[in-house]
């Protein structure tokens, strides 16, 4: 299958920091990436679509001007989270569809806020 | 109704046994369909997809896909422990933009 990059896997970082995770789709062309939250335990939480060249598209309840994003190429997306809290700490999983539709996940980033 | 409903289990099968994991989806105009598997601490990984009514197989696994009933399954032959993990099932929802949605997954259980 198509493989799908996250760097980092893990981070932690002080309290009011931000932090930058970039997803890439290695292997294939990525006109849409998404990114996921995951919470122990719990379920996928999509978050936002990445679309190259234009606005992320952000789900309800999720703050736009705390997580942005950047899709600025069809290989790249990056989600920063700014001005982390401990409350963000979570898993933070990306994703990019191919060309048929199937969606491939990248292996998740860890995030640890002090 | 949710627009894709899974029991969360955990479902409990003997090793060698099969495994049958079922799905409903609400959006009758659906018409791709994955199962993805997802071990703890990791991220989701594409087992198989199924767009056309009936089964597809590829090796242990059998994704079968009702449209009439909005209806989808995997089954799991000759179970291992292996096994063992969360499965989400995904329908790309025409009528949300295309996006994928997940249902909230069925852990399952391999016995030894």
């Known amino acids: 299958g198509a493989v799908v990059s996250q760097h980092p896997s893990r981070v932690i970082c002080k309290s009011g920091t931000s932090v930058k995770i970039e997803c890439r789709s290695l292997d294939f062309q990525a006109t849409t990436m998404f990114w996921y939250r995951q919470f122990p335990k719990q379920s996928l939480m999509l978050m936002a679509t990445?679309?190259?060249?234009?606005?992320?598209?952000?789900e309800q309840g999720v703050e736009k001007d705390k997580f942005l994003i950047n899709h600025a190429s069809l290989t790249l997306s990056t989600l920063t989270v700014t001005s982390a809290h401990p409350e963000d700490s979570s898993f933070y999983i990306c994703s990019a569809r191919e060309g048929g539709g199937t969606q491939y996940f990248g292996p998740g980033t860890r995030l640890l806020v002090l | 109704q949710k627009e894709v409903e899974q029991n969360s289990g955990p479902l409990s099968v003997p090793e060698g046994a099969i495994a049958s994991l079922n799905c409903t989806y609400s959006d009758r105009g659906s018409q791709s369909f994955f199962w993805y598997r997802q071990y703890s601490g990791k991220s989701p990984e594409l087992i198989m997809f199924i767009y056309s009514n009936g089964d597809k197989e590829d090796g242990r696994f059998t994704a079968q896909l009702n449209k009439a009933s909005q209806y989808v399954s995997l089954l799991i032959r000759d179970s291992q422990p292996s096994d063992s993990a969360t499965y989400l099932c995904a329908v790309i929802v025409k009528n949300r933009d295309d996006k994928i949605i997940f249902g909230k997954g069925t852990r399952l259980h391999i016995l030894p």
């Open positions: 990445s679309n190259e060249g234009s606005k992320a598209t952000y």
